[in-house]
């Protein structure tokens, strides 16, 4: 029944038959089924399903509730209802739902992801120390169980062989061009950028330049802009020096600009005379 229904790269529903488990493979069908992921294997029980799905309270308690003498409960309940009538005048002209968990959780996580994609990639992974939830007691074994199960050990490797810190050869120039020579600040974004990595001695090791981002080796970045930061005036004098042995790094760059765009200009002037020909 359930065997072969699959999401790609996401996860699989299958028959409890299927199970390692002996306690899932004594399930029928009709009574759980399976979800395989990356994690792991999940067997959900279809007893009372749509009984633990539904999220709605008796009448009787919600008006109990909403005449509670606690004023913050009192407003709790106050704030459900504005939000069920929100949501009843949207849905209006269609079939009535009932509120469910489900219903909710999609609800939720639709804020979390549009949250997410107004954001950074900083986040905080939150794990259990220990099965019996006590302080101050770290189960090794437990926490990097969980963590790779989230994922973490795999990102973790990825991200130290790669290239995971970014930005943009145009944020780059924004940050730092005050602090630098003016030499150095005519530059266009992206050559101001190789002269000063070049400037500071940065191991081309531990970046690489792309077509408009440079990537950095995890924590690279941080080094770099603690560098320029913490002593600019030094940095600027240092810059200066480099810039004074190597002359040629400006008139080249410029004179490189001459002669793209005289080539430029000498291709379009003989393609033109091609065509009167």
């Known amino acids: 029944m359930y065997h072969g229904l699959s999401i790609p790269t996401i996860m699989t529903v299958s028959s409890p038959r299927r199970s390692r488990l002996r306690q899932h493979r004594d399930l029928r069908e009709e009574e759980a ?44 309940f106050e704030t459900n209802h504005a939000q069920r009538s929100a949501s009843e005048k949207r849905s209006s002209g269609s079939r009535l739902q009932a509120a469910s968990v489900g219903g909710k959780f999609r609800k939720q996580l639709s804020v979390l992801l549009e949250k997410l994609r107004n954001t950074g990639t900083h986040f905080v992974r939150c794990v259990k120390p220990n099965s019996s939830m006590s302080p101050q007691i770290c189960d090794g074994a437990a926490i990097l169980s969980q963590l790779k199960c989230a994922g973490m050990a795999s990102v973790l490797k990825l991200m130290q062989k790669g290239f995971p810190s970014r930005t943009s050869f145009a944020d780059l120039y924004l940050l730092y061009q005050r602090q630098l020579p003016p030499d150095l600040a005519r530059l266009d974004p992206r050559l101001f950028c190789k002269c000063l990595f070049r400037a500071l001695g940065l191991n081309n090791i531990d970046y690489k330049f792309g077509q408009t981002k440079v990537f950095f080796r995890p924590g690279k970045f941080a080094e770099f802009d603690q560098m320029l930061r913490q002593d600019p005036e030094n940095m600027r004098i240092l810059i200066e020096k480099w810039l004074g042995r190597s002359p040629g790094v400006l008139s080249s760059s410029y004179g490189f600009r001459v002669i793209y765009a005289g080539t430029s200009l000498g291709n379009s002037s003989n393609h033109e005379s091609n065509k009167e020909m």
Do not use: M, P, W
């Not at 294997?41 to 606690?70: A, I, R």
């Open 33 to 76: 089924f399976l979800i395989r992921h990356y994690a792991g294997t999940v067997c959900y029980e279809t007893g009372q399903f749509l009984e633990k799905n539904s999220d709605t309270l008796h009448n009787s308690l919600e008006f109990l509730v909403e005449q509670s003498s606690v004023g913050f409960i009192r407003n709790l």
